[in-house]
């Protein structure tokens, strides 16, 4: 069983930056896509970006030219760089790992943005 493991979330002024990373214990080759999801309190959780295995990136036009999401796969890590933090962007991230058998999840970091 894949165990996700996220870190780098806080508390950070808006317009800061923030790195959070995804920590897998299997190889991240074994998914098709990893990604990040947020949720906010009483909000749906939500795409913010997705990475393929073969490094296609997608992201949510909230945070298209604010994040980026990458990997390194020499240690099973993917992480989402935030910079120019808004207040909106204040939620709960998750990581995600896709495969044919379904989502993994992390157990989600938070990330406040206020001054």
């Known amino acids: 069983q894949v165990q996700l493991v996220e870190s780098g979330g806080g508390l950070v002024q808006p317009g800061g930056s923030l790195r959070l990373s995804c920590a897998a214990s299997?190889?991240?080759?074994?998914?098709?896509?990893m990604g990040w999801y947020r949720q906010a309190p009483g909000k749906q959780r939500e795409l913010v970006a997705i990475?393929?295995?073969?490094?296609?990136?997608r992201y949510a036009d909230a945070v298209k030219g604010r994040f980026t999401i990458s990997r390194q796969n020499a240690i099973n890590t993917v992480y989402l760089q935030m910079n120019s933090l808004k207040p909106e962007d204040t939620a709960v991230y998750y990581c995600?790992?896709?495969?044919?058998?379904?989502?993994?999840w992390g157990q989600g970091t938070q990330v406040t943005v206020s001054s």
């Open positions: 990475v393929t295995s073969g490094g296609t990136t």
């Open positions: 995600n790992a896709r495969n044919y058998q379904g989502d993994k």
């Open positions: 299997i190889s991240i080759f074994s998914f098709a896509t």
